[in-house]
Protein backbone atom coordinates (compact mmCIF):
# COMPACT_ATOMS: atom_id res chain seq x y z
CA UNK A 1 0.00 0.00 0.00
CA UNK A 2 2.52 2.27 1.13
CA UNK A 3 4.87 1.97 -2.22
CA UNK A 4 2.28 2.26 -5.01
CA UNK A 5 0.73 5.53 -3.27
CA UNK A 6 4.09 7.22 -1.81
CA UNK A 7 5.54 7.41 -5.73
CA UNK A 8 2.02 9.92 -6.87
CA UNK A 9 2.42 11.73 -3.85
CA UNK A 10 5.70 12.93 -4.28
CA UNK A 11 5.03 13.28 -7.42
CA UNK A 12 2.43 15.54 -6.73
CA UNK A 13 4.48 17.22 -4.13
CA UNK A 14 7.37 18.62 -6.94
CA UNK A 15 4.60 19.48 -9.27
CA UNK A 16 3.40 21.95 -6.70
CA UNK A 17 6.90 23.13 -6.13
CA UNK A 18 7.01 23.46 -10.01
CA UNK A 19 4.02 25.93 -9.78
CA UNK A 20 4.83 27.49 -7.13
CA UNK A 21 8.55 28.79 -9.15
CA UNK A 22 5.91 29.57 -12.14
CA UNK A 23 3.90 31.65 -10.16
CA UNK A 24 6.96 33.52 -8.77
CA UNK A 25 8.30 34.23 -12.31
CA UNK A 26 4.77 35.64 -13.36
CA UNK A 27 4.50 37.60 -10.14
CA UNK A 28 8.74 38.85 -10.49
CA UNK A 29 7.63 39.99 -14.33
CA UNK A 30 6.20 43.18 -13.07
CA UNK A 31 8.87 43.99 -10.14
CA UNK A 32 12.06 43.46 -12.45
CA UNK A 33 12.34 47.53 -12.04
CA UNK A 34 13.03 47.01 -8.17
CA UNK A 35 16.22 45.32 -7.41
CA UNK A 36 14.85 42.62 -5.28
CA UNK A 37 12.99 41.84 -8.41
CA UNK A 38 15.71 41.47 -10.75
CA UNK A 39 17.38 38.98 -7.93
CA UNK A 40 14.48 36.85 -8.45
CA UNK A 41 14.42 36.83 -11.95
CA UNK A 42 18.14 36.17 -11.93
CA UNK A 43 18.28 33.74 -9.22
CA UNK A 44 15.09 31.78 -10.81
CA UNK A 45 17.17 31.37 -14.28
CA UNK A 46 20.19 30.56 -12.06
CA UNK A 47 18.06 27.71 -11.00
CA UNK A 48 16.79 26.46 -14.09
CA UNK A 49 20.27 26.52 -15.26
CA UNK A 50 21.98 24.81 -12.22
CA UNK A 51 19.10 21.81 -12.45
CA UNK A 52 19.97 21.23 -16.04
CA UNK A 53 23.38 20.77 -15.71
CA UNK A 54 23.18 18.51 -12.97
CA UNK A 55 20.20 17.03 -14.77
CA UNK A 56 22.60 16.20 -17.61
CA UNK A 57 25.49 15.25 -16.03
CA UNK A 58 24.79 12.88 -13.48
CA UNK A 59 21.04 11.69 -13.07
CA UNK A 60 21.13 10.69 -16.74
CA UNK A 61 24.08 10.53 -17.51
CA UNK A 62 25.30 7.54 -20.09
CA UNK A 63 27.47 6.35 -16.91
CA UNK A 64 24.50 5.49 -15.05
CA UNK A 65 22.57 4.29 -18.24
CA UNK A 66 25.61 2.12 -18.75
CA UNK A 67 25.31 0.88 -15.25
CA UNK A 68 22.13 -0.01 -15.70
CA UNK A 69 23.18 -2.04 -18.96
CA UNK A 70 25.47 -3.63 -17.23
CA UNK A 71 22.89 -5.08 -14.87
CA UNK A 72 20.59 -6.31 -18.20
CA UNK A 73 23.48 -7.99 -19.70
CA UNK A 74 24.38 -9.91 -16.18
CA UNK A 75 21.12 -11.49 -16.25
CA UNK A 76 20.85 -12.49 -19.48
CA UNK A 77 23.94 -14.31 -18.68
CA UNK A 78 23.41 -15.39 -15.44
CA UNK A 79 19.85 -16.20 -16.07
CA UNK A 80 20.25 -17.81 -19.66
CA UNK A 81 17.24 -15.75 -21.29
CA UNK A 82 16.67 -12.76 -22.64
CA UNK A 83 15.50 -9.47 -20.85
CA UNK A 84 13.74 -7.21 -23.24
CA UNK A 85 16.19 -4.13 -23.51
CA UNK A 86 14.89 -2.62 -26.73
CA UNK A 87 13.26 0.35 -24.92
CA UNK A 88 16.14 0.98 -22.70
CA UNK A 89 18.22 0.96 -26.08
CA UNK A 90 16.08 3.70 -26.99
CA UNK A 91 16.05 5.60 -24.06
CA UNK A 92 20.21 5.52 -23.79
CA UNK A 93 20.07 8.33 -26.91
CA UNK A 94 16.64 9.88 -26.11
CA UNK A 95 16.96 11.03 -22.23
CA UNK A 96 20.39 12.27 -22.58
CA UNK A 97 19.09 14.42 -25.60
CA UNK A 98 16.23 16.08 -24.31
CA UNK A 99 18.42 17.04 -21.37
CA UNK A 100 20.68 18.88 -23.61
CA UNK A 101 17.92 20.68 -24.80
CA UNK A 102 17.04 21.75 -21.06
CA UNK A 103 20.69 22.76 -20.49
CA UNK A 104 20.82 24.76 -24.43
CA UNK A 105 17.13 26.41 -23.41
CA UNK A 106 18.40 27.06 -19.77
CA UNK A 107 21.35 28.79 -20.44
CA UNK A 108 19.93 31.43 -23.36
CA UNK A 109 17.29 31.94 -20.81
CA UNK A 110 20.20 33.09 -18.66
CA UNK A 111 21.68 35.00 -20.84
CA UNK A 112 19.12 36.96 -21.93
CA UNK A 113 17.71 38.63 -18.90
CA UNK A 114 21.24 40.41 -19.04
CA UNK A 115 19.18 42.63 -21.94
CA UNK A 116 15.93 43.57 -20.76
CA UNK A 117 13.18 45.01 -23.29
CA UNK A 118 9.81 44.03 -24.08
CA UNK A 119 11.01 40.81 -27.11
CA UNK A 120 13.39 40.12 -24.41
CA UNK A 121 10.47 39.64 -21.78
CA UNK A 122 8.35 37.65 -24.46
CA UNK A 123 11.00 35.51 -25.91
CA UNK A 124 11.62 34.73 -21.66
CA UNK A 125 8.12 33.64 -21.36
CA UNK A 126 8.00 31.29 -24.08
CA UNK A 127 11.78 29.50 -23.20
CA UNK A 128 9.84 29.04 -19.69
CA UNK A 129 7.33 27.23 -20.37
CA UNK A 130 9.43 24.91 -22.92
CA UNK A 131 11.73 24.85 -19.49
CA UNK A 132 8.76 23.62 -17.40
CA UNK A 133 7.43 21.31 -20.01
CA UNK A 134 10.50 19.02 -20.09
CA UNK A 135 11.27 19.41 -16.38
CA UNK A 136 7.71 18.30 -15.99
CA UNK A 137 8.48 15.64 -18.21
CA UNK A 138 11.83 14.45 -16.40
CA UNK A 139 9.89 14.58 -13.02
CA UNK A 140 6.59 12.56 -13.96
CA UNK A 141 8.82 9.73 -15.88
CA UNK A 142 11.06 9.26 -12.78
CA UNK A 143 8.42 8.84 -10.26
CA UNK A 144 6.65 6.66 -13.02
CA UNK A 145 9.84 4.35 -13.76
CA UNK A 146 9.94 4.18 -9.87
CA UNK A 147 6.59 2.95 -9.76
CA UNK A 148 6.96 0.42 -12.31
CA UNK A 149 10.61 -1.29 -10.28
CA UNK A 150 11.94 -2.16 -13.16
CA UNK A 151 15.86 -2.08 -11.76
CA UNK A 152 15.26 -3.49 -8.45
CA UNK A 153 13.20 -6.10 -10.15
CA UNK A 154 15.84 -7.07 -12.54
CA UNK A 155 18.25 -6.60 -9.67
CA UNK A 156 16.51 -9.26 -7.38
CA UNK A 157 15.85 -11.73 -10.26
CA UNK A 158 19.68 -11.69 -11.03
CA UNK A 159 20.33 -12.24 -7.34
CA UNK A 160 17.96 -15.20 -7.23
CA UNK A 161 19.59 -16.59 -10.22
CA UNK A 162 23.17 -16.40 -8.60
CA UNK A 163 22.09 -18.01 -5.96
CA UNK A 164 20.27 -21.02 -7.55
CA UNK A 165 23.67 -21.23 -10.52
CA UNK A 166 25.95 -21.60 -6.71
CA UNK A 167 23.91 -23.80 -5.52
CA UNK A 168 24.03 -25.55 -8.82
CA UNK A 169 19.98 -26.05 -8.90
CA UNK A 170 18.18 -26.77 -12.09
CA UNK A 171 14.89 -25.26 -11.75
CA UNK A 172 13.74 -22.77 -13.90
CA UNK A 173 14.88 -19.17 -13.65
CA UNK A 174 12.97 -16.69 -11.94
CA UNK A 175 12.41 -13.63 -14.21
CA UNK A 176 11.52 -10.14 -13.46
CA UNK A 177 7.47 -9.65 -13.79
CA UNK A 178 6.76 -5.96 -14.77
CA UNK A 179 4.30 -4.48 -11.79
CA UNK A 180 1.01 -2.97 -12.65
CA UNK A 181 0.67 0.49 -11.66
CA UNK A 182 -1.77 2.57 -12.66
CA UNK A 183 -0.99 5.45 -15.35
CA UNK A 184 -3.96 7.40 -14.29
CA UNK A 185 -2.74 9.16 -10.98
CA UNK A 186 0.36 10.03 -12.88
CA UNK A 187 -1.82 11.28 -15.60
CA UNK A 188 -3.65 13.59 -14.00
CA UNK A 189 -0.66 15.15 -11.93
CA UNK A 190 0.83 15.48 -14.98
CA UNK A 191 -2.17 17.23 -16.99
CA UNK A 192 -2.78 19.37 -13.83
CA UNK A 193 0.95 20.94 -14.31
CA UNK A 194 0.29 21.22 -17.73
CA UNK A 195 -2.37 23.20 -17.74
CA UNK A 196 -0.96 25.50 -15.13
CA UNK A 197 2.27 25.93 -16.75
CA UNK A 198 0.11 26.66 -20.35
CA UNK A 199 -2.68 28.50 -18.00
CA UNK A 200 0.50 30.75 -16.56
CA UNK A 201 2.53 31.30 -19.60
CA UNK A 202 -0.68 32.98 -21.88
CA UNK A 203 -1.46 35.05 -18.97
CA UNK A 204 2.17 36.24 -18.83
CA UNK A 205 2.64 36.41 -22.79
CA UNK A 206 -0.49 38.58 -22.58
CA UNK A 207 0.47 40.62 -19.62
CA UNK A 208 4.33 41.40 -21.24
CA UNK A 209 3.54 44.86 -22.49
CA UNK A 210 1.97 45.72 -19.16
CA UNK A 211 4.23 44.63 -16.85
CA UNK A 212 7.39 45.84 -19.27
CA UNK A 213 6.12 49.25 -19.12
CA UNK A 214 7.00 49.75 -15.55
CA UNK A 215 10.56 48.62 -16.88
CA UNK A 216 10.28 51.30 -19.60
CA UNK A 217 9.43 53.71 -17.18
CA UNK A 218 12.46 52.86 -14.97
CA UNK A 219 14.58 53.83 -18.19
CA UNK A 220 12.77 56.93 -18.50
CA UNK A 221 13.47 58.35 -14.67
CA UNK A 222 17.03 56.97 -14.83
CA UNK A 223 17.50 59.49 -17.97
CA UNK A 224 15.67 62.00 -16.32
CA UNK A 225 17.59 61.26 -13.22
CA UNK A 226 20.99 61.95 -15.30
CA UNK A 227 19.90 65.05 -16.70
CA UNK A 228 19.25 66.35 -13.10
CA UNK A 229 21.78 65.03 -11.89
CA UNK A 230 24.83 66.49 -14.45
CA UNK A 231 22.35 70.65 -13.76
CA UNK A 232 22.63 70.22 -10.30
CA UNK A 233 25.63 69.32 -9.07
CA UNK A 234 28.11 70.54 -11.50
CA UNK A 235 26.15 73.80 -12.89
CA UNK A 236 23.96 74.05 -9.23
CA UNK A 237 20.76 74.28 -10.86
CA UNK A 238 17.79 72.26 -9.24
CA UNK A 239 15.03 73.34 -11.51
CA UNK A 240 15.23 70.71 -13.81
CA UNK A 241 12.34 70.81 -16.42
CA UNK A 242 11.50 66.95 -15.89
CA UNK A 243 8.26 67.49 -17.48
CA UNK A 244 9.81 68.44 -20.48
CA UNK A 245 11.26 65.50 -21.41
CA UNK A 246 9.67 63.55 -24.32
CA UNK A 247 9.58 59.88 -22.59
CA UNK A 248 7.93 62.09 -19.87
CA UNK A 249 5.70 63.69 -22.14
CA UNK A 250 4.22 60.69 -23.03
CA UNK A 251 3.08 59.65 -19.97
CA UNK A 252 1.74 62.82 -18.49
CA UNK A 253 -1.54 61.72 -18.75
CA UNK A 254 -0.71 58.38 -16.51
CA UNK A 255 2.10 59.78 -14.69
CA UNK A 256 2.59 62.38 -12.30
CA UNK A 257 6.89 63.28 -12.18
CA UNK A 258 8.12 65.23 -9.14
CA UNK A 259 11.89 65.87 -8.47
CA UNK A 260 12.88 67.01 -4.44
CA UNK A 261 15.97 67.60 -2.76
CA UNK A 262 16.81 65.92 0.47
CA UNK A 263 19.65 66.46 2.37
CA UNK A 264 22.30 67.31 -0.36
CA UNK A 265 20.20 64.29 -2.59
CA UNK A 266 17.91 64.31 -5.50
CA UNK A 267 15.28 62.05 -5.48
CA UNK A 268 12.61 61.83 -8.89
CA UNK A 269 9.67 60.33 -7.77
CA UNK A 270 6.84 58.89 -10.63
CA UNK A 271 3.26 58.53 -8.82
CA UNK A 272 -0.14 57.05 -10.60
CA UNK A 273 -2.02 60.47 -10.73
CA UNK A 274 -6.01 60.02 -10.12
CA UNK A 275 -7.07 58.63 -13.25
CA UNK A 276 -4.20 55.84 -14.08
CA UNK A 277 -3.67 52.57 -12.28
CA UNK A 278 0.01 52.01 -14.25
CA UNK A 279 1.00 49.82 -12.38
CA UNK A 280 -1.70 47.44 -12.66
CA UNK A 281 -2.48 46.54 -8.72
CA UNK A 282 -6.14 47.13 -9.52
CA UNK A 283 -6.40 50.72 -7.68
CA UNK A 284 -5.67 54.09 -9.54
CA UNK A 285 -3.62 56.84 -8.05
CA UNK A 286 -2.27 54.71 -4.71
CA UNK A 287 1.09 53.72 -6.13
CA UNK A 288 4.73 54.93 -8.21
CA UNK A 289 8.29 54.97 -7.66
CA UNK A 290 11.29 56.64 -6.23
CA UNK A 291 14.64 56.82 -7.71
CA UNK A 292 17.54 58.10 -5.60
CA UNK A 293 20.77 60.26 -6.90
CA UNK A 294 22.60 56.34 -6.50
CA UNK A 295 20.58 54.90 -8.71
CA UNK A 296 18.19 52.64 -6.14
CA UNK A 297 14.30 52.46 -7.53
CA UNK A 298 12.24 51.71 -4.56
CA UNK A 299 8.23 51.41 -4.02
CA UNK A 300 6.83 55.06 -3.43
CA UNK A 301 3.03 54.56 -1.87
CA UNK A 302 2.82 58.42 -0.89
CA UNK A 303 3.01 61.60 -2.92
CA UNK A 304 6.33 62.71 -1.38
CA UNK A 305 9.04 61.58 -3.03
CA UNK A 306 11.49 61.87 -0.18
CA UNK A 307 12.10 59.52 2.44
CA UNK A 308 10.60 61.04 4.96
CA UNK A 309 7.97 63.71 5.77
CA UNK A 310 10.82 66.38 7.21
CA UNK A 311 11.47 69.85 5.11
CA UNK A 312 12.27 69.61 1.46
CA UNK A 313 14.30 72.68 -0.29
CA UNK A 314 12.64 72.79 -3.61
CA UNK A 315 14.98 76.04 -4.32
CA UNK A 316 19.03 76.04 -4.39
Same mark, same amino acid.
Given at each position: ??????????????????????????????????????????????????????????????????????????????????? $???? !?? &?????? =? #??? @????? *???????????????????????????????????????????????????????????????????? $???? !?? &?????? =? #??? @????? *???????????????????????????????????????????????????????????????????????????????????????????????????????????????????????????
Amino acid at each position: MGTPMRNPLILAWWLFLLTALEIAAMILDRFHHLEWGRLGVHLIKSCYLGFAFVLFIRYLSFRSQKSFENLVESYNRVAKQAY $ETEK !VR &RDSWVN =P #FWN @LVLVV *LTTIDFTMVFSWNISVLRVSVVLDLLIWLLTLRWITRTYWLKSQGTRERLKEALDDSRSRKQAEAEPA $EPAP !VK &RKVSKF =P #FGL @LAGMA *LAAALGMTIFRWTDASEAFRIDDLKSCMDRCMRLASIRFYQQGELEVQVAGQPCVMQRKDRIDFTMDLHKGDLYLRAFENDTADYFGDGAVGNEGVVLDANGHFRRAWTSSAVPDDRPVNDQE
